[in-house]
């Protein structure tokens, strides 16, 4: 016999649909079981395929664009955007786009233009790296059980030719580990 509550509603179970318009309960079969039926279940995902595609369009509109050029004006919007801008480079098609755009008119130029900002910024960087770049040798890294050829690290710019070797990898440690002091 089947039971029906206050409302009318048939009782299958204890668990109630997820679909919010749904008031029906029912026995779930396994965890992933959160609709009391395939009606709910794609009623669910139609809604979801629309809110897609209204959020696509108002990107797609001024007012979408205007909010997302507020957005990455913030301190929150640049760090995500920096953080993305990253996780795509990263990608193989990331990596060929990023190639092709430095082979680029625009891209040889914005890279000119960033190295002479670069110089600009940090006279006495570039000139020590110069420096030892041009009178000193190669040398392997001086990290136990490291004999890949290392890069010049400066600890101080100012005495450009004393420098320590250090391979890419540990170059890399060393700053996070300076930054994180």
């Given amino acids: 016999m089947k039971k029906l509550d206050k409302k009318n509603v048939l009782i299958i179970g204890d668990t109630h649909c997820k679909l919010s318009s749904c008031i029906n309960t029912f026995i779930p079969i396994n965890k992933s ?22 959020k696509k369009l108002y990107q797609k509109s001024k007012s979408g664009k205007d909010t997302k050029r507020k957005y990455l004006q913030t301190d929150k919007g640049k760090i995500a955007s920096r953080r993305n801008s990253k996780t795509y480079l990263q990608t193989p098609t990331g990596k060929i786009k990023r190639v092709e755009y430095l082979k680029s008119k625009q891209g040889k130029l914005n ?37 890949i050829i290392g890069e010049k690290h400066h600890d101080d710019y100012s005495k450009p030719l004393e420098v320590r070797y250090l391979c890419m990898k540990h170059h890399r440690e060393f700053h996070k580990a300076v930054k994180s002091v």
Avoid: D, M, T
């Fill in 33 to 54: 079981h959160i609709f009391c039926s395939s009606k709910c279940g794609n009623s669910f995902r139609n809604h979801l395929n629309k809110a897609k595609l209204c």
């Fill in 111 to 147: 890279h000119l233009l960033g190295s002479e900002k670069y110089k600009q910024k940090y006279p006495e960087r570039v000139k020590a790296v110069s420096l030892a770049n041009r009178k000193l040798p190669k040398g392997n890294c001086e990290v136990e059980n490291c004999n």
